[in-house]
């Protein structure tokens, strides 16, 4: 599988602003669709944002309005820009890839180790 890497979490206030980036291991890899998922202590993992290859959006309702997922395909990258954060959007983040190596047909599932992302009141 391809490797992702997360990096941009942090301790924010309430109201402010964080963005989140998504780095996969570039050599001999097609990355499909992506996605940035969340877990809050206690619950289970929800969807963020997803993206496709050719940069068809969708989010989760509660980030709705306040999130904006990017990718770009020739450095393999997804970014999660998040607005207006609440206490609530307090978690893990991962991001989600669905990776090929080249040559081969099968699809991975793929995901980073995680970012935490703290919300202050």
């Known amino acids: 599988q391809a490797r992702l890497e997360e990096s941009g979490g942090g301790l924010v206030q309430a109201g402010g602003s964080l963005r989140l980036s998504c780095a996969a291991s570039r050599s001999g890899f097609t990355i499909g669709d992506m996605a940035w998922y969340r877990q809050a202590p206690g619950k289970e993992r929800e969807l963020v944002a997803t993206?496709?290859?050719?940069?068809?959006?969708n989010y989760g309702y509660f980030v709705q309005g306040r999130s904006i997922i990017s990718r770009d395909n020739a450095e393999k990258t997804c970014d999660l820009q998040m607005y207006s954060l609440k206490p609530e959007d307090t978690g893990v983040y991962y991001c989600?890839?669905?990776?090929?190596?080249?040559?081969?047909?099968?699809?991975?599932?793929?995901w980073g180790q995680g970012t935490q992302v703290t919300v202050s009141s």
């Open positions: 989600n890839a669905q990776s090929r190596r080249w040559g081969r047909s099968l699809w991975y599932n793929t």
């Open positions: 993206i496709t290859v050719d940069g068809s959006t």
